[in-house]
């Protein structure tokens, strides 16, 4: 239990309003799904303002508002506090700014109550989702239900810190998920988590827009681990993809470690679906073999050798046990990349990287299975948030397709002409889905394999409706 004693503590608090109680501390910022004693917290921005919904709040059972000051709002505040003398209103600077600091010092005490407990950051370009889902169902593996894990991809300056206050006494380890899409927001979300280990996936031009070059992404993805150099004196361990030619410049420290096919401090090798590498255990080497047989894509085995590699730094006593949790993993559905029976679907997100590794991994995949490009069809739509390099990444994966063999193939969206100059001869193009809808009727008997990948703009996830 929390004591309005911990509000002190809090820079962004202006004043408190009510009486001094002891509560849980359950944060909610959603008027709509708010239960009995939780804490309301009424964030705002240019077209909302949760206050609005102060009142509906109280009658549903908040115990505690945390609310923005703003003009006209103190005579507001003074008569809810005579109609509801129960109730504990919080005054700050920032509503959203509150539950940051919150955030951080509750992490903070959790922490502070047992000093082995471990908190790891994923960040990364693409496939923070996945490496999270991989890392937590590993660990969960060793430590059943004592890992909590980001939820979905609550993984931005408000994600962070509902995940965050998920933080109870059973719990050893926090897996948390970092995203972003502008300068320093990397930056924020580690003074808010304090990660002491970590895993960057990749750097790619996800977000490029805001970001102007690959150099600046690496450099924001980068900070993740430069909060754990810094809050750990070097010696959190942190592990990265040194396949990747921007990680593989980041200034080693003592717990990092880079794996990879071709470079890295460990190498793999991935055959089939088995994964293997050697790994240092005290003063020995010790063989690591991990067959999963649940994973056909070539880029999600490598993904699971990451994870499993960095629980195995965490836990050196645990190799094995490691390798027989990562050998039973099975991926969740996500609604992002997934099969829908014979049809590749990902059209929750697209950036050049992840579009070049999905579709190599589906040509590895169709490789196996002794299936023909030919009787295979592909679908792509636009990706979004790249600004002035839209026109030369479509063109540059377009290009990549057509020189793996694709003949039959659709391009759907705005860009849809920027593809078309790296693939001049495609089966059809289209501005939205619905005009794509009949032959997709088609494509769908006529097909052995259907490859689809767009970002969410397009909401190419309708056309599974669509027999």
Sequence with gaps: MLSTKLFSKVPSILQIIGPAKEFELKINTDSRTLVEGETFVALHGDNFDGFNYVEQVIKKGALVIIYSRAPNREEVVNKLVKIHPTTLFVETTDSLKCIQELASIHILNWKLAKPERKIIGITGSNGKTTHKEMLSSILNSLFPGKVLATKGNL????????????????????VIE?????????????????PESGIITNIGAAHIEFMNSMENIFKEK????RSVVQNTKGSGMFIVNGDDYYLNQLEKSPGLSTYGEKNGDIKIQITNNTIAFQIQNVDKLESVLITNNNILEHHNLKNLAGTALLAMKLFPQKIQEIALAASNYQQPSMNRSQWVENIFLDAYNANPSSMRVSFDSFITVIKKKGISLDDCYF??????????FAEELHREIAEHIKNNGVKNISFI???????LQGFNNPQSTHLNKEEFYEEWKRIRKSYKFVFVKASRSLQLETLMSIV
């Design 155 to 174: 993984n931005n300056h408000i994600g962070v810190p509902l995940t965050i206050f998920g933080l109870k006494e059973i719990h050893e380890i926090a």
């Design 413 to 419: 969206g705005r860009y849809k002409d920027f593809y």
């Design 222 to 225: 980068a900070s993740l681990y």
């Design 379 to 388: 679908v792509l739509g636009d990706m979004n948030e790249l600004g002035v």
């Design 178 to 194: 970092m995203g972003m899409n502008h300068p320093g927001e990397i930056n924020e979300l580690c003074e808010i988590a304090h």
